[in-house]
């Protein structure tokens, strides 16, 4: 019989599915159909900067608002259907600079800040029932995605950017229709040996207010660190890894292949990740990850082809694939509930968003002094170096919980 936490889990798998399929189209290609139109590798990758700048100030204020104004619902509403006309404009504005930047700047704040959106609804989702598997939903998400860079990187290939655009859009409206239809996850009938769920906040934060419970929160200022010094280097690799492609031979076709890739190698540690952490404790899952981002990160600068960088990607299954369930997962747990959605934004706008501010503009740097994209996965690796050393000195000084 399925049940109303199945029911609620695959109704979050779709909308996993159907938000990352419609990301793909942008945040997999974009810096190839920036150099396509005839953008150098710097300016696309120093665009790629601005907008993670865009993200990071976005995320924090999107959680706040989610905390204590709108739920996260209205606001993925909201966002995804401002994003469809700019996914349609976006191939047609590109022979003209300032309305590029100007799409990108929208198209970052209506759907690429949204993934940390969609990490805060889920987690939520939990509250209200605690059976929802997050892993099993974010592992949906990089299964569809790998599909969908697959495809996307050939119809790309063979038609043109505009095609790909167009399929994010439909998909984009598809994942409007399946948020619409996910309201509340409330439980009528709660397995006496599950947790009970934990309690919705209740009276409004202020913004001084909120600041101050997380910085008082050292286990998250933690994860904010290490987090912010591992992606630091591990943000190169949607920006930097078209440019290795094509410098190794490779098109478009081969730039969704390689995302494709690193995406259907999430989807085993997602999938799993629940039980993973029933025996194994949080704070070791992240640290394995750390390693693992590291070797990743230093081998691709060593990559000789396009057979061995694509086999070197598989170990996103072992850094990114097992780092970001694991750290959503022990937010939930950490982090008080009144603040709950602005941890989550935060923490995805510091790893995902200022990292990648620091990280795209060293690497900007270092290619347009140097040509050579290979010494910008030397400054990753050992950015993740960096990031693994902060996590095992939070160990040592036992500011993990």
């Not at 199945?6 to 909308?15: I, Q």
């Not at 990089?142 to 038609?159: D, E, I």
């Not at 998250?220 to 190794?248: A, I, R």
């Not at 990607?313 to 709950?340: C, H, T």
Request: one cysteine or more; proline letters at 3%; hydrophobic letters at 50%.
């Amino acid at each position: 019989m399925m049940t109303e936490s199945r029911k609620n889990t695959l109704h979050a798998m779709l909308l996993e599915a159907f938000f990352w399929m419609s990301s793909c189209a942008y945040g997999g290609f974009i810096v190839t159909m920036l150099t396509d139109y005839g953008y150098s590798s710097a300016t696309a990758t120093a665009l790629m900067t601005c907008m993670a700048a865009v993200s990071f100030i976005a995320q924090p204020i999107t959680g706040y608002l989610c905390d204590n104004y709108f739920s996260q619902r209205k606001l993925y509403l909201v966002l995804i259907s401002c994003s469809v006309p700019l996914y349609l404009l976006l191939s047609r504005s590109m022979a003209f600079m300032p309305l590029t930047v100007l799409c990108m700047f929208f198209i970052t704040l209506t759907m690429q800040q949204v993934s940390g959106l969609v990490d805060a609804w889920l987690v939520h989702l939990q509250q209200e029932d605690p059976r929802i598997n997050y892993g099993l939903c974010r592992g949906t998400g990089s299964l569809t995605y790998a599909a969908a860079a697959q495809v996307m990187g050939a119809v790309t290939a063979r038609y043109s950017h505009d095609a790909r655009m167009l399929m994010g859009a439909v998909l984009a409206v598809i994942s409007l229709v399946v948020a619409f239809t996910l309201r509340g996850a409330k439980v009528t009938h709660r397995d006496p040996r599950e947790p009970e769920p934990a309690p919705l906040p209740k009276n409004r934060l202020g913004t001084v207010e909120t600041i101050r419970v997380l910085v008082k929160n050292k286990t998250y200022l933690l994860m904010l660190c290490m987090s912010f010094t591992l992606f630091l280097g591990s943000s190169s690799l949607n920006t930097f890894l078209p440019v290795l492609v094509k410098e190794l031979g490779g098109n478009s076709a081969q730039v969704g292949t390689i995302f494709a890739v690193c995406a259907i190698s999430e989807v085993p540690a997602m999938f799993l990740m629940s039980a993973i952490l029933r025996r194994f404790k949080a704070k070791y899952v992240i640290l394995f990850s750390c390693v693992f981002y590291t070797l990743r990160l230093t081998l691709t600068c060593l990559a000789p082809n396009l057979t061995l960088l694509f086999a070197i990607q598989i170990m996103q299954g072992l850094s990114f694939a097992v780092l970001w369930p694991a750290s959503i997962n022990y937010l939930n747990r950490i982090v008080e509930d009144q603040v709950k959605s602005t941890a989550v934004m935060t923490y995805s706008s510091v790893a995902l968003g200022i990292a990648g501010i620091f990280g795209n503009a060293i690497g900007t740097l270092i290619l347009s002094l140097t040509g050579n994209v290979r010494l910008v996965f030397v400054f990753a690796g050992t950015a993740a170096a960096a990031g693994l050393m902060i996590g095992l000195f939070g160990l040592a000084r036992k500011i993990w919980k």
